[in-house]
Structure formats: C-alpha cells, structure tokens
C-alpha cells in the first residue's frame, strides 16, 4: 500500500537559521586563528537583538560584533522595515572560557588519546533514491527555499521577497519505498506589503518552480505531473500574509533545526545539534562521520538504505556502540550486526581519527548553518575572516569533507563487491 512521507526546510532568513549562521561564522573565525580552539557558541536573535553566550577556550581576539554584523547583512536583514537590521541591532556577547571538567576529557598529552567532548548517541544516513544520497523529500524542500533565497538576491524577479521562508514536501511513496508522485508543496514566504498570496503563487507556478525542475531530470518529470495532477496540493502562504518575519516574528534560537540539518524526518537523529560547536564535540563530527560511512556503504552497493549509529562516553575516545540497519535492503549476505563489525573494522571512530580523516579543525561550518548540513557538494573555496586588528585575510579550504565517496573502493573490497 502507497503511504505518504513529509519534510521540510527553511531559509537562511529563518530566525533560528539566522541564529546557526551567526554561531558558526564566529565558530570559523576562531578556528581560522586557532585550530585548536575549543568553542561552543550559541545565538539568540530577536526585535533588534542579538545575545550571544557559550564557552571559548583560544589564544586570540576575535571581533564577535563585526562578525555577527556581516552575516546578519549577507543574509539580507538591511532594511530598518525588518526590525531586524545588521547595523543598527543591539549586540549582547556573554562568552566565557571552557569549563575546566570538560576540558580535561578532551585536551590529553597525545591527539589519539583525544577523548569524546560529551557523552551521547549520533546518526548518520544515507539512501541511494537521489544522486546525493539524500531522501528526496528534504532534498526537494532545501531546493526550494535555496531557490527562492537566489531569487530574493538577485533582485530582478519577485522583488517582493524577504529573508524569511520555509517549505514543505509531501510525497507518495510505493510499497517499496520509492517515490511515486509529490502529493503536496507548501510554502511560506516573508514579503513587502501589499502582495497577495494569489500574486506570490502564481509566480512560484510561473517562476521558482520551473527554476527548481532544472536541478536534475527527475524533479523536471516531478513537477510537471504536480502541476498537472488535479489530486496534488500546492499551498502558498496559507495564512494569508507573511509581512512580519525574521527575528522580529519569532525568536531564533541556535541548534532549533536539527531535522531540517540532517535527514527531513528519515533515519533518525540523537537530539545534539551541530552549530556553534567544534569538532572536538561528537554530537557535530560523529554525525558526519556516520553520514560519511552511510553514504559510502550505499555507493559501494552494500544497500540500497543505511542508518549508522555511534556513541561514546565523555572523555572515552572509543565508540561506546556501533550500530548498522539497513532496513531490509541489504546486497550482500551478511547480517547487519556483521556489517557494523565490518565498519568499525574499516572506519577509525575515535575523535581525533574523524578531525583527521574529514579535515575538520578548518573553518568551514558557516556554510552549514544554511540548506542542510548533508547531501551537500564537497568543494574548495576560499573564505575571508577577521585577524585579532580587524583586518581581513583568507584561507583556502574544503567544504562538506563527509560527503566524499572516498572509502567506496575500499568497502567494495571489504564486502567482496
């Protein structure tokens, strides 16, 4: 029997993301200074406010108001209309040094004795029905709200748009799990006043969809039969009106977004959020290194669907826990309890070995904070940030490591594939 299955994601605008994005770009900029910088950093923003508190153990200054101003900018909170604006919003920074306890589990004589910064469970998962290994779903949503942002940019179409949106996908799926038809779009966007939801969907009928359908072959056949099947939904501002948003309409607050962050709903989530923590915290780097191990079994062809779950214990560098389900499509003849024995085999889990395999002391998590922290195109940027005199420099480095399919040849071996 079909059944239908729903994720959602939001904008960079949305007040929580806004929240994520100012944690991580302070995040990287500390990093940037001092790798070895031990940070937990969490936003609060809301009418004209911003606080900032969490604990920082580094050796340099940063400048957290001119950071936190920039990314407020480049996000699109301009206007004074907003009552959210970068320049012109107060700024609260209660940031204090590590805890001692905490440090001393984490910071040991030698980088392979590194223990886990917090004790807790993390997931990571992978599914082979979209080219990025990502449900299709939150891949569809992400699209969306990442489109309409890069429409608000530009500023030649829909010049109506704001920061704030979110988006929702509602497929059908068949009894074997595989996406049949979209059931169901919603979605909401911040606007100028004066524009009516009749206006704001036409012009996702007639511009962001179409925009949406290039991305592959596949969402162009989606949504043309959306738009013609007279059973599928398309709702648009069902409120009626979204002239009151941001951080002005609803407090953000950092790590709110963990499902749109990860999985839409697929898999499941060990409840840590990732920004504004470096990797030395497992709840961000080992829930990469299960997406990265998920995401290589299912390339490799071991099964069609993989959840990988890791724990540990604070201060303990070995995983406590190692756990394999691969939901019943597994390729080859082994028990899922004999895959995760395989995997712990062929993947080094400790903390110090996933910083090291997946280059994660660079500063590269403010492009996280934005369009999901999976499923994403590993690439080499260069990043510009903020020495202790305020005066800019830049590094190259690597975004979304664990999204490589680097270890693929080497589980093929291990699986005998």
């Known amino acids: 029997m079909n059944y239908l299955f729903t994720s959602e994601s939001v904008s960079e605008g949305h007040p929580d993301k ?10 990287d900029n500390i990093l940037a200074l001092d790798e070895n910088a031990h940070v937990a950093c969490e936003t609060m923003c809301t009418t004209g406010q911003v606080v900032i508190a969490g604990e920082v153990s580094c050796e340099h200054y ?96 829909m010049t109506y748009l704001r920061p704030d949106s979110k988006s929702q996908v509602t497929m059908e799926y068949d009894s074997q799990n595989r996406p ?24 996702v009928i007639d511009i962001l969809l179409p925009r949406v359908a290039t991305r592959d072959s596949r969402y162009t056949e989606l949504l043309q039969t959306f738009l013609a099947d007279k059973q599928a939904k398309l709702l648009v501002n069902p409120t009626g009106n979204f002239v009151i948003g941001g951080p002005h309409g609803d407090t953000g607050l950092t ?21 504004g923590k470096d990797p030395s915290k ?37 995983p406590v826990s190692l756990y394999v389900q691969t939901y019943g499509t597994s390729q080859v003849k082994l028990s899922d309890a004999e895959i995760a024995k395989k995997v712990g ?14 280059r994660l002391k660079q500063p590269i ?9 999976m499923g994403r195109t590993p690439e080499h940027v260069t990043k510009t940030f903020l020495d202790e005199n305020g005066q800019p420099f830049t590094r190259e480095v690597e975004l979304f490591t664990w999204e490589k399919l680097d270890r693929v040849e080497d589980v093929k071996r291990a699986f005998g594939l």
């Not at 062929?346 to 910083?355: E, W």
């Not at 998590?365 to 922290?373: F, I, K, L, S, V």
């Open 62 to 157: 940063v400048d957290v108001q001119q950071i936190t101003r920039r990314t407020i900018a480049e996000i699109g909170y301009t206007k004074s209309e907003y009552k959210f604006e970068a320049e012109s919003c107060g700024i609260l920074t209660a940031l204090h040094a590590q805890s001692a306890d905490i440090n001393m589990g984490v910071s040991r004589a030698t980088e392979a004795e590194q223990g886990a910064g917090d004790q807790g469970m993390m997931f990571g998962y992978a599914t082979d029905e979209t080219d990025n290994f990502m449900p299709l779903t939150l891949d569809l949503a992400h699209t969306l709200v990442y489109t309409l942002a890069r429409i608000r940019k530009e500023g030649q179409q």
């Open 255 to 275: 790590g709110r977004k963990i499902i749109v962050d990860t999985y839409g709903g697929r898999g499941a989530h060990g409840g840590g959020a990732f920004s």
């Open 365 to 373: 998590y403010e492009e996280t904070a934005r369009y999901g922290h």
């Open 18 to 27: 806004v929240s994520d994005q100012i944690s991580d770009a302070i995040l």
């Open 180 to 203: 049949v038809r979209i059931d169901t779009i919603v979605l909401s966007t911040q606007h100028d006043p004066g524009i009516t939801p009749e206006q704001i969907k036409q012009d």
């Open 345 to 358: 085999e062929l993947f080094d889990l400790s903390p110090a070995a996933i910083i090291r395999a997946l």
């Open 282 to 318: 497992v709840d961000r780097s080992a829930a990469y290194a299960a997406r990265w191990i998920a995401k290589n079994l299912v390339a490799a062809g071991v099964a069609h669907e993989v959840l990988v779950q890791v724990s540990y214990a604070i201060g303990v560098a070995k």
